[in-house]
């Protein structure tokens, strides 16, 4: 089949993090599919409401992947222009030299809104991947009408968990199919057993602009730690990145902790390598692809249940916390510690290959076009 992915959110070379799972998914459709990416996105940087569009190309073996920006408007009429140029786009270049099987947006919105109205212009089937909870779309009672107007109007909505299918349920009463994010597992291999005396090794990943990781948790968990040898290595930029180390330091346990600040994904093996175990007292996750990344590397995971690693964490691949209760994820980091042995590492690895892997994506998502399509003839 033919593919065309819409999204806002893609990797390039400034922001290298954005929108990778994405570009995950969208290089294992690639394994059995043709797939045209639109990924498009505003210039902030000057005023120009009545410029053009700009487009490149690339292309990577099955996959294009054109690079749409639109320049800043007005207030208000922005986000007008920005979605009725990338339709004019997809519409002169696509649309017209493509015969398109299935339209598939990543997010609700922008991607969804407008693969949705593209979907009952044209007849193409359009499927919407969400990745984030509903509400936080709601900036707006025009966004809030944009979600549901695609939620209820799409041919079929899938959800990377349970816990965010019945998050989408709530809002437009549909059912809603559950396809988990797509791991490249080749990108990871099964780490080195701990070793007796070497120190208790731990991780965490994540972005340091907000509090959603809950990095500050695991900081304050520490002071209940110091009768272990245990290092904590973090990973990770942003604004509040010296406010966690200035925590770490008020409650003296900052010499337990290493900051690596960002790492580049090309240098993320290089970083699970260092661990015994991967921690992450998130707030909330819809999914959770650093906890099956840590898995694909053998790794046992200490996670909170915050919506997405309860349905990833079984009793022999780690432990599940409660969120806000730092004690807690304590006494768990303490009990991952003294078991580690227990836990067998090529068997963690096993677990994830098997539901997470480009191979068994494929196989899910390949099934969902059929259906899609096979239900528009």
């Known amino acids: 089949m033919k593919i065309l992915l819409?999204?806002?959110?893609?990797?390039?070379?400034?922001?290298?993090?954005?929108?990778?799972?994405?570009?995950?998914?969208?290089?294992?459709?690639g394994i059995s599919h043709e797939i045209i990416v639109v990924f498009f996105r505003t210039d902030y940087s000057r005023l120009a409401p009545f410029s053009p569009y700009s487009f490149s190309k690339k292309e990577d073996g099955n996959v294009t992947v054109y690079d749409i920006t639109t320049t800043r408007s007005f207030p208000v009429i922005n986000q007008l222009k920005y979605l009725r140029d990338t339709f004019r786009f997809i519409r002169k270049e696509i649309l017209s030299k493509h015969?398109?099987?299935?339209?598939?947006?990543?997010?609700?919105?922008?991607?969804?809104?407008?693969?949705?109205?593209?979907?009952?212009?044209?007849?193409?089937?359009?499927?919407?991947?969400?990745?984030?909870?509903?509400?936080?779309?709601?900036?707006?009672?025009?966004?809030?009408?944009c979600v549901r107007y695609a939620l209820?109007?799409?041919?079929?909505?899938?959800?990377?968990?349970?816990?965010?299918?019945?998050?989408?349920?709530?809002?437009?009463?549909?059912?809603?199919?559950?396809?988990?994010?797509?791991?490249?597992?080749?990108?990871?291999?099964?780490?080195?057993?701990?070793?007796?005396?070497?120190?208790?090794?731990?991780?965490?990943?994540?972005?340091?602009?907000?509090?959603?990781?809950?990095?500050?948790i695991l900081i304050r968990a520490l002071p209940l730690l110091e009768d272990i040898d245990l290092t904590v290595h973090i990973g990770g930029d942003g604004v509040l990145l010296e406010t966690f180390r200035n925590l770490a330091g008020e409650l003296n346990v900052e010499y337990k902790c290493i900051f690596y600040g960002e790492i580049k994904p090309e240098r993320i093996m290089d970083f699970?390598?260092?661990?015994?175990?991967?921690?992450?007292p998130s707030r909330d996750e819809t999914f959770g692809v650093v906890?099956?990344?840590?898995m694909a590397c053998g790794l046992p995971?200490?996670?909170?249940?915050?919506?997405?690693?309860?349905?990833?964490?079984?009793?022999?691949?780690?432990?599940?916390?409660?969120?806000?209760?730092?004690?807690?994820?304590?006494?768990?980091?303490?009990?991952?510690?003294?078991?580690?042995?227990?836990?067998?590492?090529?068997?963690?690895?096993?677990?994830?290959?098997?539901?997470?892997?480009?191979?068994?994506?494929?196989?899910?998502?390949?099934?969902?076009?059929?259906?899609?399509?096979d239900g528009c003839k």
């Open 6 to 29: 819409l999204t806002h959110s893609w990797p390039d070379e400034t922001i290298k993090w954005r929108g990778l799972f994405i570009k995950d998914q969208a290089m294992a459709i």
């Open 152 to 216: 209820k109007n799409c041919n079929s909505i899938v959800a990377v968990s349970h816990a965010l299918g019945n998050d989408i349920f709530q809002n437009c009463r549909r059912q809603v199919k559950v396809i988990p994010n797509v791991v490249n597992i080749d990108r990871f291999h099964t780490v080195k057993a701990p070793q007796t005396g070497e120190g208790f090794n731990i991780g965490i990943l994540g972005g340091m602009g907000n509090y959603r990781k809950g990095l500050d």
């Open 99 to 145: 015969k398109i099987d299935v339209i598939h947006s990543q997010l609700s919105y922008p991607a969804g809104f407008l693969g949705t109205l593209t979907a009952k212009k044209t007849g193409i089937p359009c499927v919407i991947t969400e990745h984030s909870w509903v509400h936080k779309y709601f900036r707006s009672p025009v966004h809030r009408f």
């Open 272 to 280: 699970y390598s260092r661990l015994d175990a991967y921690v992450l």
């Open 301 to 373: 995971v200490v996670a909170s249940r915050c919506g997405g690693p309860e349905e990833i964490i079984t009793p022999e691949s780690g432990l599940l916390v409660d969120r806000e209760n730092h004690a807690q994820l304590a006494e768990a980091i303490r009990k991952l510690c003294k078991n580690i042995a227990s836990y067998d590492n090529n068997a963690i690895r096993l677990y994830v290959t098997g539901r997470y892997s480009p191979a068994a994506f494929v196989k899910s998502i390949t099934s969902l076009y059929s259906e899609i399509t």
């Open 291 to 294: 906890v099956v990344e840590a």
